[in-house]
Every structure is written in C-alpha cells, then in structure tokens.
C-alpha cells in the first residue's frame, strides 16, 4: 500500500498537522458518513458502483473483439476523458499489437492531420468519450475520424466506432441512428473522477491492460480509506498538509519523480487538483516536474527561487529494471560509476534532490510500493479521495468547474454557433 512521508526542516511540522488535522476531523467524517450535497458527484466513490465484477467483464470481452480486428484505436477525448487512460497506457503497455492514438484534444490541424496519416493502410477502430457531446474539442475531432472511416469501410463504418456519453445525450441519439457501439458515461461522475469507470477502462483493456488488476488496487485504497476515520488515514493527512501549507504562503505543489513512466499520470494529476480546486479565488496552482531531465532546467528556481511551492514526491520501492554502467576501452573521468546500477544512480539523485530542496521547500514523498496496473488504481483512487478532502478543507465544491465554461462561451461566439 501506498505510504505518506514528510520531509521538512521545521522540526514542529508533525505537531501543527496533528493539531491541523483534528480541527478538520468533522469534514472526514462527514465525507465518510456521505454527503447528501454532491450526492449527483459520488458514483466514483464505491470503485463496484461503475466497475464491478459483471461491468469489468464486459468491458474485457469487448475489448477482446476490437483487439482481433484492430490495428489501431484512436480515443477521442479531452481532459478527463483521456487523460487517465492515457497515462496507464503509455506507462504499461507492453502489449503493441494494438496501437492507441488519442485525438479530441487538440484544435491544431498540423496534430490531426499527423494522427490521420497514422491510420492509412491500418485497420482503425474509434472510440469518442464526450460526456454531453457539447464540448468543440472531441466534436470536431469525431467528425473528421467518422469521414475517415466512412470513406474507408462504408456502411461498415458504424461497426467500428463506440461512443461513451451520458444517456439520453445527442451522442447517444447517434449512435442509435447510426448503429454505433454505445457506452454509458456515468451521470453521477465527472470526467476528471472517471478513471475507474468505462471511461477509463475500455481504453486500457483495448491496450492489453489488465483492468481487473487497476480495479482491484482502487477497490483495495478504497476499503483502506474509507474504513479509517483516524489520523492515520494518509489520504487525509494528505490532504490536510496541502491547506497548511498553503495557509502558509505556498501558493504551488509540484508532483515530481524520477520515473518518465509517471509523465502522463502528472497530466491526470494536474487537471484533478486544478480544475477541483481552483476556483472562488482559491486554491495551491498544481505543477509538475519530470526529474532528472527538469533538475536541469527549473531545479535553480526550486532551490533559489521565490518561496512559492512545496513538493509531492512519487518514489517507486520495487526496482524495475536494471542497466549497468561498465567500463570500456574509453578513459571518460567516470570511473566511480563502474559497476553501478542506474537504478542505484537514479535513487542517489531523487534522494540527494529531497536533501537539497527541503531546506528550502517542504517536500512529501509518497512511496508507492511497484510501478505496475495494481498501483496505479491505488493512486487513482488515493488521489480522487485526497482532492475530495482537500477541497472541502479548502471550503470549494470539488466537482464543479465553472471557470472552464468562460472560454466555451467566447469561443463559440467567434465559431458563429
């Protein structure tokens, strides 16, 4: 399981969370309890509401039929529609037989037009997440994908695209017009909450994830969590040092780690906080940091910059690969690696790294225990509770966003619509 581990030089900082963390203890237990006001929000909140034993399956066999005809799967979504998958698949899919491209989250015709030529010659199945189908994004990005297929396959076509909405939607009005594949988005789940739903999971399975194994590590965090009302419970201790230390002045968290395999979760974790959080002029600005690599390039900012931030650490435990450093026939002045493991380097810098930054940033380390699906259902879940929590500490509903409805409205305005 998932361990929580603060790295502070105020030699105090365990007694002011204790202290924190007990002023804030009505609003766990509240959460625990269930909160009739987000009631319409909460279908994340039990993993079997939208992933249980009978869901998972028939997500996994149809899966299985895509993956004996596919070459390629375009998901076709944006935010919370994509990011989730996205970030399982480019960390753990070891299975290429079928290749999972992602379109709906761009405007940009240089992007879509790279993504189709990826299609020519291959035999291409489509799947737009879009929960009311009013979002421009995924919309425009359906269309040119439809007319691909269309002009590739005919009537054929409608075999080959699933749409994932909410029921009753225009999505849902196509699909049943036009003989498409249709999955329910779940009403009661926003799409940044969506992870461990069919959202999330038919995506994976197309990739050859095993979801059973995602499911069961968020079922696991879940049952950890929500059977803990104390102060033990990490994802409240969590969330309760994120409000203290935005209470004094840390206006960012930075997630960071040491593993490119976490690249795209940061993305999932970057849009859960923001978009939760940020609103009534409130809330910690959610960044993220790829380590070594941005050691190199903001590591001077963290270590000399203005005191704005404080760190959450991703340390995998489990080793997951090993590549010597030998000696050769070349004298290049790094004897002292000979022998080494990068596995070994890579935990001197991540280590060396907390040293040097705690002394000026307060830094979190969350351990997770491997680097493979089981966890990173543990994360999803730990992360989607925490931000709960943290919200409602915050005093901000964590399930609306209506700072993201400003851009839409200006923009349709110039699209004429």
């Given at each position: 399981?998932?361990?929580?581990?603060?790295?502070d030089?105020?030699?105090?900082?365990?007694?002011?969370?204790?202290?924190?963390?007990?002023?804030?203890?009505?609003?766990?237990?509240?959460?625990?309890k269930?909160?009739?006001?987000?009631?319409?929000?909460?279908?994340?909140?039990?993993?079997?509401?939208?992933?249980?034993?009978?869901?998972?399956?028939?997500?996994?066999?149809?899966?299985?039929?895509?993956r004996k005809e596919?070459?390629?799967?375009?998901?076709?979504?944006?935010?919370?529609?994509?990011?989730?998958?996205?970030?399982?698949?480019?960390?753990?899919?070891?299975?290429?037989?079928?290749?999972?491209?992602?379109?709906?989250?761009?405007?940009?015709?240089?992007?879509?037009?790279?993504?189709?030529?990826?299609?020519?010659?291959?035999?291409?199945?489509?799947n737009?997440?879009?929960?009311?189908?009013e979002?421009?994004?995924?919309?425009?990005?359906?269309?040119?994908?439809?007319?691909?297929?269309?002009?590739?396959?005919?009537?054929?076509?409608?075999?080959?695209?699933?749409?994932?909405?909410?029921?009753?939607s225009?999505?849902?009005?196509?699909?049943?017009?036009?003989?498409?594949?249709?999955?329910?988005?779940?009403?009661?789940?926003g799409?940044?909450?969506?992870?461990?739903?069919?959202?999330?999971?038919?995506?994976?399975?197309?990739?050859?994830?095993?979801?059973?194994?995602?499911?069961?590590?968020?079922?696991?965090?879940?049952?950890?969590?929500?059977?803990?009302?104390?102060?033990?419970?990490?994802?409240?201790?969590?969330?309760?040092?994120?409000?203290?230390?935005?209470?004094?002045?840390?206006?960012?968290?930075?997630?960071?780690?040491?593993?490119?395999?976490?690249?795209?979760?940061?993305?999932?974790?970057v849009?859960?906080?923001?978009?939760?959080?940020?609103?009534?002029?409130?809330?910690?600005?959610?960044?993220?940091?790829?380590?070594?690599?941005?050691?190199?390039?903001?590591?001077?900012?963290?270590?000399?910059?203005?005191?704005?931030?404080?760190?959450?650490?991703?340390?995998?435990?489990?080793?997951?690969?090993?590549?010597?450093?030998?000696?050769?026939?070349?004298?290049?002045f790094?004897?002292?690696?000979?022998?080494?493991?990068?596995?070994?380097?890579?935990?001197?810098?991540?280590?060396?790294?907390?040293?040097?930054?705690?002394?000026?940033?307060?830094?979190?380390?969350?351990?997770v225990?491997?680097?493979?699906?089981?966890?990173?259902?543990?994360?999803?879940?730990?992360?989607?509770?925490?931000?709960?929590?943290?919200?409602?500490?915050?005093?901000?509903?964590?399930?609306?966003?209506?700072?993201?409805?400003?851009?839409?409205?200006?923009?349709?305005?110039?699209l004429?619509?």
């Amino acid at each position: 399981m998932l361990k929580l581990r603060i790295e502070d030089k105020n030699q105090e900082i365990g007694k002011e969370l204790e202290i924190y963390m007990e002023k804030s203890q009505e609003i766990l237990g509240n959460i625990l309890k269930g909160e009739s006001q987000y009631h319409d929000s909460l279908g994340w909140f039990h993993t079997k509401e939208w992933a249980n034993e009978k869901q998972v399956s028939a997500l996994e066999e149809m899966a299985s039929k895509i993956r004996k005809e596919a070459d390629v799967f375009v998901l076709v979504g944006v935010g919370g529609s994509n990011n989730a998958a996205r970030s399982v698949i480019k960390a753990l899919q070891k299975d290429k037989k079928v290749e999972i491209l992602y379109a709906g989250n761009t405007l940009s015709p240089y992007a879509l037009n790279q993504m189709l030529q990826k299609l020519e010659g291959k035999s291409v199945y489509v799947n737009c997440i879009a929960k009311n189908f009013e979002t421009l994004e995924p919309g425009a990005s359906f269309r040119i994908l439809r007319k691909f297929l269309y002009e590739k396959y005919g009537e054929e076509a409608g075999k080959r695209i699933i749409a994932t909405g909410s029921k009753g939607s225009s999505l849902e009005q196509i699909c049943e017009r036009h003989g498409y594949t249709f999955l329910e988005f779940p009403e009661n789940v926003g799409g940044r909450f969506s992870a461990v739903t069919s959202v999330g999971l038919l995506p994976m399975a197309v990739a050859g994830i095993d979801i059973q194994s995602l499911v069961k590590g968020a079922a696991d965090m879940e049952k950890q969590l929500l059977g803990d009302e104390s102060n033990e419970n990490i994802a409240y201790q969590y969330a309760c040092l994120r409000n203290m230390y935005y209470k004094k002045g840390y206006q960012l968290e930075m997630l960071a780690g040491f593993e490119p395999q976490f690249r795209w979760f940061y993305k999932w974790w970057v849009q859960l906080f923001g978009e939760s959080e940020g609103k009534e002029n409130k809330g910690i600005f959610p960044v993220a940091a790829e380590f070594c690599e941005e050691l190199h390039a903001v590591g001077q900012y963290i270590q000399d910059g203005a005191p704005l931030m404080f760190e959450t650490f991703l340390d995998v435990q489990e080793q997951n690969a090993s590549l010597f450093a030998e000696k050769d026939q070349v004298e290049d002045f790094f004897d002292y690696l000979n022998g080494k493991d990068f596995w070994e380097m890579n935990k001197a810098s991540f280590h060396a790294t907390v040293k040097a930054h705690k002394e000026k940033n307060p830094c979190l380390i969350l351990e997770v225990e491997k680097l493979d699906v089981y966890h990173f259902g543990q994360l999803f879940y730990f992360f989607m509770f925490a931000c709960y929590v943290s919200a409602r500490v915050l005093g901000v509903n964590p399930f609306d966003q209506p700072g993201v409805e400003a851009y839409k409205k200006w923009m349709f305005e110039a699209l004429g619509k």
